[in-house]
């Protein structure tokens, strides 16, 4: 079992729908969560980062972490095509050693 | 964008000839990483840097060397290259190793075809 589990996808979806993007962890040492995103051809960007449990919002994006379920996600809201891209999470372990763990992606597809 | 440069964005070659990567940072970070990306793989690291000339190896660091003698720029060396090694790389910068508030940027790849 990978210890970050992310559907690839692709997810597709109408203009202006609230999209919910997932992952899964197996380590309770990981105590930040980031998702990235990626446009094709480019290196991932940071979008948000939160740290233990709880929601963050940045404008339309909504990063919300439960650590009881071991379970995170990224919202999505008034969806845009320029939204397509690929969302990677990621996940930093405080244990004492490097641990820094990405998941594989999902790609997102917002339709026009 | 945090300041990241790698050279060359595109790159192919034969098997068994070496190949250098180069990345250049312009912020001063002290960490910065070698990461593969392949389909159904994700992102893997193949070695880190924690400064001038301290680094160690990451999940995937078979046939690749690194080199750091400044602190803007980390050399990924492929020795002999093989096929497998075709991939997109990405090199990485951050502050901290283990802080979420200190996250990693990347920069956008080198595409390294091994024929």
């Known amino acids: 079992q990978k210890e970050v589990e992310q559907d690839p996808g692709p997810l597709s979806v109408p203009e202006g729908a609230i999209v919910s993007l997932n992952c899964t962890y197996s380590n309770s040492a990981f105590q930040y969560f980031m998702w990235y995103r990626q446009y094709s051809r480019k290196g991932p960007e940071l979008l948000m980062y939160t740290y233990s449990s709880g929601n963050k919002e940045d404008g339309r994006f909504t990063a919300q972490v439960d650590k009881s379920s071991k379970y995170i996600s990224l919202f999505i809201r008034d969806s845009q095509p320029s939204d397509s891209a690929t969302y990677l999470c990621?996940?930093?372990?405080?244990?004492?050693?490097?641990?820094?763990?990405f998941g594989t992606g999902t790609r997102l597809k917002v339709l026009a | 964008d945090a300041g990241i440069t790698q050279s060359p964005r595109h790159k192919v070659t034969e098997t068994g000839t070496p190949v250098t990567l180069r990345c250049h940072q312009t912020e001063n970070h002290r960490y910065m990483y070698w990461y593969r990306q392949d389909p159904g793989h994700g992102l893997r690291l193949i070695h880190y840097?924690?400064?001038?000339?301290?680094?160690d190896k990451g999940e995937v660091s078979d046939g690749y060397s690194v080199s750091r003698s400044k602190t803007e720029d980390f050399l990924l060396t492929l020795e002999s290259a093989t096929s497998s090694q075709t991939s997109v790389y990405f090199c990485a910068i951050s502050e901290s190793a283990d802080r979420g508030d200190q996250p990693q940027h990347f920069g956008d790849g080198t595409r390294l075809s091994i024929l």
């Open positions: 990621a996940m930093v372990s405080t244990s004492g050693t490097y641990k820094y763990i």
């Open positions: 840097s924690y400064g001038v000339k301290d680094t």
